[in-house]
């Protein structure tokens, strides 16, 4: 009994084998060939996927060897003039197999957090760094998410022997690499920048209810027309950065 092209399609989205293939590919329907095309697309498609993981999974390959235990570490949030700097440490295992981890900055808001929660279930170890706004004007933006990024890798539970870093130094005593656009390059760092902007991203959703007025859900704690407007309608919170303009002006 021939199968329908409804059986086909079914049949293709189940990992067909390479005989089932060869007879479709004989097989005149168009509805048939159409089906076959549209499957096709997909494994090409899976493919580059998949070769584009492996590309930003080379440097942890080179290392695992040496260094089994490798975290990348990221932070999110130092541009905003509210909220603190969220960084991540992220344990990748020598098998992960995520597809889609880049920097968080390419990706929509419904894919990163579709990823967050496939990487918390991959990884072997997260750890989250916190630089609130008192630590960011008392120490100044960059010094304050280098000691946040310190915390996360000091919070692990499996310390790591080797640390991957997106374009900073980590103040641990531990072999380390500063990337430029590390997040782009590798997988380990990628997924630490999904996390860290997830985790913020929550925070600033939660801060909008505890602050309201600010639009802190929809702008994360950047200066937006309506957070600007806030600002000049409330005057400022305690998450907000003081050393930041143009923020002081608004302090009551």
Not at 30 to 58: D, H, M, N, P, Y
Not at 111 to 132: F, Q, T, V
Not at 223 to 235: R, S
Request: charged share 20%; with cysteine.
């Amino acid at each position: 009994m021939t199968a329908s092209i409804k059986e086909i399609k079914a049949q293709l989205s189940e990992q067909p084998s390479p005989e089932l293939l060869a007879q479709l590919a004989a097989d005149p329907r168009k509805g048939v060939q159409t089906a076959l095309q549209q499957f096709q697309r997909q494994q090409e498609k899976l493919v580059k996927r998949q070769q584009s993981l492996q590309q930003r999974l080379v440097m942890e390959h080179e290392l695992w060897p040496q260094y089994p235990l490798i975290a990348g570490i990221d932070e999110v949030g130092r541009g905003p003039l509210a909220g603190p700097v969220i960084t991540a440490a992220v344990i990748l295992p020598h098998d992960f197999a995520v597809l889609d981890v880049n920097d968080s900055k390419q990706l929509s808001a419904k894919k990163r957090e579709e990823l967050y929660l496939k990487i918390c279930g991959a990884a072997i170890d997260i750890s989250i760094g916190i630089a609130d706004a008192q630590m960011i004007d008392r120490e100044n933006i960059y010094h304050a998410t280098e000691l946040a990024m310190g915390q996360a890798v000091q919070h692990l539970y499996y310390q790591p022997q080797y640390l991957l870093v997106d374009a900073m130094h980590v103040p641990v005593d531990l072999p380390q690499r500063k990337l430029i656009k590390g997040d782009a390059k590798s997988a380990s760092i990628a997924a630490a920048s999904i996390v860290a902007k997830q985790v913020r991203d929550h925070l600033m959703a939660m801060y909008d209810r505890v602050y309201p007025g600010y639009d802190f859900k929809d702008n994360a704690g950047y200066g937006t027309k309506k957070h600007l407007a806030g600002l000049v309608a409330l005057g400022s919170t305690p998450i907000h950065r003081q050393s930041f303009s143009p923020v002081a002006k608004y302090n009551r």
